[in-house]
């Protein structure tokens, strides 16, 4: 039997090139920068690993996100799969099998990104979570923006 699950789709355009965007997804030091994260570690390659913290105390921190790079198609897509997520706060009140998708395409004014999260869960339990997300990712895209300028 098959879960039903929902997604976000968040899509903006950046005055950089595509191979410039790209390297934003993956390098260490522009993560922290502009998701605002106090240490990422990332292996860029097909079954890699993705993972940023965030918190004060680098021993314990607040929140946690790690993922394994599925896909990694530079500059153009990179595949986020078998996501764990770690806070304080405790874990999430439900079980998913979510992914993150970054799209990189060009366009007239530099460079599209694309983020397709999905996999979350349909029930009501989730909202909150998705809710986060969806508020989360928009915060993200203007963290971006202002890392770029």
């Not at 965007?21 to 390098?27: I, K, R, S, V």
């Not at 921190?61 to 764990?84: H, W």
Request: glycine share 8%; aromatic share 12%; proline share 9%.
């Amino acid at each position: 039997m098959s879960v039903e699950t929902r997604k976000h789709i968040h899509q903006e355009e950046f005055p950089v090139p595509a191979e410039d965007l790209f390297a934003l997804l993956h390098t260490p030091s522009a993560i922290c920068g502009w998701w605002g994260a106090s240490s990422a570690i990332v292996i860029p390659r097909k079954d890699g690993i993705w993972a940023a913290a965030w918190g004060e105390d680098p021993d314990a921190p607040d929140y946690v996100s790690a993922f394994t790079i599925a896909e990694f198609d530079p500059p153009q897509k990179m595949l986020l799969t078998d996501g764990r997520y770690t806070a304080k706060s405790g874990k999430l009140p439900f079980e998913a099998k979510m992914t993150t998708e970054f799209i990189v395409t060009p366009s007239p004014g530099g460079s599209t990104l694309k983020v397709v999260q999905d996999g979350f869960p349909t029930d009501p339990i989730a909202d909150d979570f998705y809710l986060a997300c969806e508020t989360g990712w928009k915060n993200t895209f203007a963290g971006i923006r202002k890392y770029l300028s």
